[in-house]
């Protein structure tokens, strides 16, 4: 493909519909978790073990899917998960066990996982192209997707059943991957040239593998939390606070569009504070939104407390994938997305437990204490490449 300006921004385009298009459907699922619980009948540790199933199918996926795009390519990938993410995202409403739901889960958890891992390596390789940090930029179309996607679960959910809502995310899903699936079939990915210097060797060094881990420890962090208001934020709202099905719905909305704005300015706070900062300031500010969004007496301070998460948490994920990317290539954005979703892995079932043995505003306090763990690994990280850079 010619590395000129007009086919990079066709991909550009590309690439944030396929990321707004995974938010969407993701959020859609999420807001009618509640409902889907009435209907199996699960109690909160039975709920947590079910949605393991998402985020298990996920991690699996993610260790497979680098050797399927060196293998298809990038492109290929994201675009056959797409497809099977809407289709799996219709399954959930027709179970009636918490086994059932598990079970659908993980095949909706492996498209998930798999589309994730194909369209971050190839945003990566797109910013490498363009030379400009605007990895926040595709995953503010993943949080602007959410926020659209849990919006309109707030419209619908006196309306229609989950089964109706689902099926009809299904077929937007189809659709938009109709649309814009052909520009990404049809160019290749930019070429290496592109790449940093130190971009995508072919077998990183010792550090450079720890490196990768330790962003991958951020970014499992970040997912942890992510995972935790996507799964239990709308319950949190209607068990703890007793707002309605929509009310719950527009709390995850708020930290959807939270996470929108922090990602649409990410590109600009890192070209001016650079990565540590961002880290160690969003890392800090997710911890104190946390702290009230999950202990707040009433509603409204709940969903001002998870804005100010959705703030914080806004750039973590993309700044970790996207060094990860710099420093090993695809093979590091499968590592650090594995380890990242690694959080959403654990989220789930821990939540659940915790809620169980003592209540679900405490067990989402764990939230604000892993976003507190990756201000400090992001803060260490960064002065020990000062040292490194002064020695």
Same mark, same amino acid.
């Given at each position: 493909m010619p590395g000129n300006s007009s086919s990079l921004t066709r991909l550009r385009i590309a690439l944030t519909v396929f990321f707004a298009l995974d938010g969407f459907v993701f959020a859609g699922w999420v807001v009618r978790i509640p409902a889907i619980k009435a209907r199996t009948g699960a109690s909160a540790s039975a709920l947590g073990l079910a949605l393991l199933g998402v985020s298990a199918g996920a991690v699996i996926t993610m260790t497979l899917t680098g050797r399927l795009c060196r293998r298809f390519g990038n492109h290929r990938v994201t675009v056959v998960c797409a497809v099977l993410l809407s289709l799996s995202v219709a399954l959930p409403p027709l179970t009636h066990s918490a086994l059932a739901l598990g079970l659908v889960l993980l095949l909706f958890g492996a498209a998930y996982g798999g589309i994730n891992v194909a369209f971050n390596s190839a945003a990566v390789e797109l910013v490498a192209a363009l030379r400009r940090p605007v990895m926040p930029s595709f995953h503010a179309a993943f949080s602007l997707g959410g926020m659209v996607g849990a919006g309109l679960g707030g419209l619908v959910a006196g309306a229609l059943s989950p089964t109706r809502h689902l099926l009809l995310l299904t077929v937007v899903g189809l659709l938009v991957t109709?649309?814009?699936?052909?520009?990404?079939?049809?160019?290749?990915?930019?070429?290496?040239?592109?790449?940093?210097?130190?971009?995508?060797?072919?077998?990183?060094?010792?550090?450079?593998?720890?490196?990768?881990?330790?962003?991958?420890?951020?970014?499992?962090?970040?997912?942890?939390?992510?995972?935790?208001?996507?799964?239990?934020?709308?319950?949190?709202?209607?068990?703890?606070?007793? =707002?309605? @099905?929509? !009310?719950?719905?527009? +709390?995850? $909305?708020?930290?959807?569009?939270?996470?929108?704005? *922090?990602? #649409?300015? &990410?590109?600009?706070?890192?070209?001016?504070?650079?990565?540590?900062?961002?880290?160690?300031?969003?890392?800090t500010t997710a911890a104190a939104g946390m702290l009230l969004g999950a202990l707040a007496p009433s509603l409204w301070a709940a969903f001002l407390g998870y804005a100010i998460t959705g703030l914080g948490l806004a750039n973590?994920?993309?700044?970790?994938?996207?060094? =990860?990317? @710099?420093? !090993?290539?695809?093979? +590091?954005? $499968?590592?650090?997305?594995?380890?990242?979703?690694? *959080?959403? #892995?654990? &989220?789930?079932?821990?939540?659940?437990?915790?809620?169980?043995?003592?209540?679900?505003?405490?067990?989402?306090?764990?939230?604000?204490?892993?976003?507190?763990?990756?201000?400090?690994?992001?803060?260490?990280?960064?002065?020990?490449a000062r040292r490194a850079a002064g020695g």
């Open positions: 109709a649309a814009a699936g052909p520009t990404l079939l049809r160019h290749e990915p930019p070429p290496e040239r592109g790449l940093p210097a130190e971009g995508s060797p072919r077998r990183p060094d010792r550090r450079t593998r720890g490196l990768v881990i330790v962003f991958g420890l951020i970014a499992g962090c970040t997912a942890y939390g992510e995972g935790a208001l996507a799964d239990w934020g709308a319950l949190h709202l209607e068990q703890d606070l007793h =707002a309605s @099905a929509g !009310a719950a719905a527009v +709390g995850y $909305a708020c930290f959807a569009l939270a996470m929108t704005v *922090g990602r #649409l300015t &990410g590109t600009t706070l890192l070209e001016r504070l650079g990565r540590t900062r961002t880290v160690v300031a969003g890392g973590l994920f993309p700044v970790a994938v996207e060094r =990860a990317g @710099a420093l !090993a290539g695809p093979g +590091g954005v $499968a590592t650090a997305s594995t380890l990242g979703y690694g *959080g959403m #892995l654990l &989220g789930p079932p821990a939540i659940g437990f915790m809620a169980d043995w003592f209540t679900l505003p405490a067990a989402l306090t764990s939230v604000a204490v892993l976003a507190a763990v990756a201000a400090v690994v992001g803060a260490l990280v960064g002065a020990a």
